[in-house]
């Protein structure tokens, strides 16, 4: 099975993690981390699409709430806490993160797999997006030409659209015309509204902008 997805493990519990690491090993490349420095010393060279967290880790003074303030969004990876606490003031504090999920010991094999297959999912769904968007040739494009080209596919004239963007109308025409070329698309009447409005979900996803 091919395994897209790479998930770290930081789990002080060795038998705890090793039944993590069991649950989502058919799902995955997986490593174990038992410490903190550990688990941020696996991030340069795995890469993690998810790392699954323990909050509260013995011997240390950090916490996998630190670890996710710490990393989360430098190494762009999504989380999931797998702890024992469940106090309101834990909840709040890891809720902040934007975990994926936030699974309670002692854990289901099913509650884990679910958490995974969902996240899986995504991955697909998004490697498929990005895939459409370099067949549009969208990635070829500026910030500036994403942003006009997504409001020429909401219906906004070249004058609103340099209303919109505080820019003159000469300049949002140039950087049509530098649209039409780079997407490969026939310069012909209204061409490049239509194509737009056709593929209007792709240009206003997320890998778009």
């Given at each position: 099975?091919?395994?897209?997805?790479?998930?770290?493990?930081?789990?002080?519990?060795?038998?705890?993690?090793?039944?993590?690491?069991?649950?989502?090993?058919?799902?995955?490349?997986?490593?174990?981390?038992?410490?903190?420095?550990?688990?941020?010393?696996?991030?340069?060279?795995?890469?993690?699409?998810?790392?699954?967290?323990?909050?509260?880790?013995r011997d240390s003074?950090?916490?996998?709430?630190?670890?996710?303030?710490?990393?989360?969004?430098?190494?762009?990876?999504?989380?999931?806490?797998?702890?024992?606490?469940?106090?309101?003031?834990?909840?709040?504090?890891?809720?902040?993160?934007?975990?994926?999920?936030?699974?309670?010991?002692?854990?289901?094999?099913?509650?884990?797999?679910?958490?995974?297959?969902?996240?899986?999912?995504?991955?697909?769904?998004?490697?498929?997006?990005?895939?459409?968007?370099?067949?549009?040739?969208?990635?070829?494009?500026?910030?500036?030409?994403?942003?006009?080209?997504?409001?020429?596919s909401l219906g906004?004239?070249?004058?609103?659209?340099?209303?919109?963007?505080?820019?003159?109308?000469?300049?949002?025409?140039?950087?049509?015309?530098?649209?039409?070329?780079?997407?490969?698309?026939?310069?012909?009447?209204?061409?490049?509204?239509?194509?737009?409005?056709?593929?209007?979900?792709?240009?206003?996803?997320?890998?778009?902008?």
């Amino acid at each position: 099975m091919n395994k897209p997805l790479n998930i770290l493990i930081l789990e002080d519990e060795v038998i705890i993690a090793r039944s993590l690491e069991r649950i989502v090993t058919p799902y995955a490349i997986v490593k174990i981390a038992h410490d903190y420095n550990t688990a941020a010393a696996h991030l340069k060279l795995l890469k993690p699409s998810l790392v699954l967290l323990d909050i509260n880790l013995r011997d240390s003074e950090k916490t996998g709430i630190d670890f996710a303030r710490e990393f989360k969004d430098k190494h762009q990876f999504e989380i999931i806490f797998i702890t024992a606490y469940f106090d309101s003031t834990t909840f709040s504090l890891a809720s902040k993160l934007n975990p994926l999920n936030y699974i309670v010991k002692p854990f289901k094999k099913s509650q884990v797999e679910i958490a995974v297959q969902l996240i899986l999912n995504q991955l697909i769904e998004k490697k498929r997006d990005n895939t459409d968007f370099k067949k549009l040739n969208l990635e070829k494009l500026t910030k500036v030409e994403k942003q006009v080209l997504q409001l020429i596919s909401l219906g906004l004239s070249s004058k609103l659209i340099a209303l919109e963007l505080n820019k003159s109308s000469k300049t949002v025409l140039n950087h049509r015309s530098n649209i039409i070329k780079k997407i490969e698309i026939t310069n012909t009447n209204n061409a490049l509204l239509i194509w737009s409005i056709e593929n209007r979900d792709k240009i206003t996803s997320n890998a778009a902008i």
